[in-house]
């Protein structure tokens, strides 16, 4: 009998165990989503078009940081780096020419080191 209590109490312990474990890391998902919000705050429509065919990209930063910026096909051919290097916390608004890209669907992708972020665009 005694052996069987102890069964039922590993069990249960471990049950527990798995259980704060899966909460964890579930937490810890949800941190980070909302860290990426407070970095990239404008995502996920960053990307807005001028009137002169600019495609103007806005990064709101909280803190110092590098950050690369780049434009690629549906596919996932890069056509070109916008920005790479670091940035200071604040507004940022990059530019790039419409009229370099084709008609067709692109991505452009944003990636810091704390996360990755991406936004399909059509050029039509």
């Known amino acids: 009998m005694e052996s069987i209590i102890t069964a039922r109490n590993v069990l249960l312990v471990s049950l527990l165990a ?3 474990y899966v909460l964890y ?19 996920p429509n960053q990307l807005h078009w001028t009137q002169d065919n600019q495609g103007q ?3 709101t930063l909280l803190q110092a ?11 996932g051919d890069l056509m070109f780096t916008l ?4 940035f200071p916390k604040g507004d940022h608004v990059f ?3 419409k009229n370099a890209l084709q008609s067709g669907r692109y991505y452009y992708k944003l990636v810091s080191p704390h996360e990755v972020a991406s936004q399909y665009f059509q050029v039509a």
């Open 65 to 75: 940081m590098s950050i690369e910026i780049s434009i690629h096909k549906e596919n």
């Open 18 to 20: 798995m259980l704060a």
């Open 83 to 86: 920005v790479s290097g670091e």
């Open 57 to 59: 990209i806005a990064v």
């Open 25 to 43: 890391k579930r937490m810890l998902h949800v941190m980070r989503k909302q860290h990426t919000m407070q970095k990239f705050p404008s995502l």
């Open 95 to 97: 530019q790039f020419e």
